[in-house]
Every structure is written in structure tokens, then in C-alpha cells.
């Protein structure tokens, strides 16, 4: 039957002839996923290197009776794996380190007002990625202004959410879609929109005028000496 013949012709009939060519580019297409290349292009040419002359030794026994151009292209294909592992072992996962990254620019520190000027500004123009990004660091500064998160450098947008929604526990849920919306606009590259802009400066209002929930423990009364029995 065909399928009974095209199956011996793999298992061991007449080898099977696979442009060299394409192999090589299916490999380099590989690694050149841009979320390799755009974190480390040096360590991704040094890479890039040492996979061609794997390629290279490889190929150049495909031909040979004791290698077929499957077995060839399936081992191309498996080290083009290994090393988009090695990489993502070695630079993170793209999305992980997006999530990681600073709140704020180390450009120096700038005040509430000043962000939220800036926030302004950009919507006049619908600008609305670098509204979104600005009015969530207002919606940050201005927290750390009024002492209910300590100012850090280095903080995240999720991490000031959970941090402020312990002490505005009425607006935690609000402050993680904040911080979710401006992860997404700002490093997952997500589209942005007045909508999103308008919900910020809502929410950056609304935390102006709420008060802290002090979390308070009462303190235990001990029973005093010579008591009634």
C-alpha cells in the first residue's frame, strides 16, 4: 500500500534527500525569536556562532550512508531547542522579566503633580501609552508623598499594589488591575486607550481623599493580682 511504502522508505528504504539550506535557516529562524535577540544581541551572535559550526559538522554527514536527512534535520532541530532552552535558562523568560522591571525611570525622582502634568499633556494628544505610564506613577508618588508606601527605587507596579492595598484594603482590587494595565501597556506592549487613561486618574482621585485602614491589634489586659476567686 502507498502509506505502508512511504513509511519503509523512512525507516530504512532510500534516503531521504532534505535541502541543506533549509535546514540550516528552520535552526536560525529558531533562535532569532525576537525575544532572545532584543535582551542579549551579543550573547545571541556568540550563540548564533557556535550553533552554525555545530550545523556545519552536522551536515556535512547527513550525506554519508549512516545518516539519513531526516535523522540530520531532526538533530538540527533538537539543538536548536537545547540552546533556545539554554537561553531562556539564561536571559528569563521575556514576560517574567517585563513584569520584573521599575516602576519609575532612574532619571531622578519627580513629584506627584508632576506626573500626573506630565499624564496630562500626553492625553491632550492622545498619546495614550505615555498617559497610562505617567498617571500610574503619579497614582504611586502620590502615595509614597502621603507616607503610605515607603519610597523604594526599584519597585514595581505590582508589588506597590499589594503594598498600598494592604493599608486601602477598599481599593486593593483596583489597584491590581492598575498595576496590571500599566505592565501591559508598558512592557507586554499592549495597546492603550482613553478608557484605561480616565480609570487611572479615577482611581488616583479616589485614593486622594481615602483614609489608611490602620491595622491595630488590642492589647491584652492582664488579670491583676488578688482578684475575686
Given at each position: ?199 487611572l486618574v479615577t482611581l488616583d482621585h479616589t485614593l486622594t481623599t481615602t483614609r489608611p485602614t490602620l491595622t491595630t491589634h488590642p492589647t491584652p489586659i492582664s488579670p ?6
Open positions: 500500500m502507498p502509506a505502508q511504502g512511504g513509511w519503509a522508505a523512512l525507516a530504512g528504504g532510500a534516503p531521504v534527500t532534505t535541502d541543506r539550506d533549509a535546514a540550516r535557516e528552520a535552526a536560525r529562524e529558531e533562535l532569532l525569536n525576537p525575544a532572545y535577540h532584543r535582551h542579549d544581541p551579543n550573547l545571541l551572535q556568540r550563540a548564533m556562532n557556535w550553533l552554525n559550526e555545530q550545523l556545519n559538522h552536522l551536515l556535512a554527514g547527513v550525506g554519508s550512508a549512516a545518516h539519513s536527512g531526516t535523522t540530520g534535520l531532526v538533530l538540527l532541530l533538537i539543538a536548536a531547542a537545547v540552546l533556545a532552552l539554554v537561553l531562556r535558562h539564561r536571559l528569563g523568560s521575556p514576560r517574567r522579566q517585563a513584569r520584573s522591571a521599575a516602576l519609575f525611570t532612574p532619571t531622578g525622582p519627580r513629584t506627584a503633580a508632576e506626573h500626573r502634568a506630565t499624564a496630562a499633556r500626553h492625553a491632550a494628544e492622545a498619546a495614550w501609552p505615555e498617559a497610562v505610564r505617567e498617571q500610574m506613577r503619579a497614582l504611586v508618588r502620590a502615595l509614597e508623598e502621603r507616607t503610605l508606601l515607603d519610597p523604594r527605587p526599584g519597585r514595581t507596579a505590582d508589588e506597590a499594589a499589594a503594598e498600598a492595598g494592604r493599608s486601602l484594603p477598599a481599593h486593593a482590587a483596583e489597584l491590581t488591575a492598575a498595576a496590571r494595565a500599566f505592565d501591559a501597556v508598558a512592557y507586554g506592549h499592549h495597546p492603550a486607550d482613553q478608557a484605561t487613561y480616565q480609570r491583676t493580682a488578688g482578684g475575686p476567686a
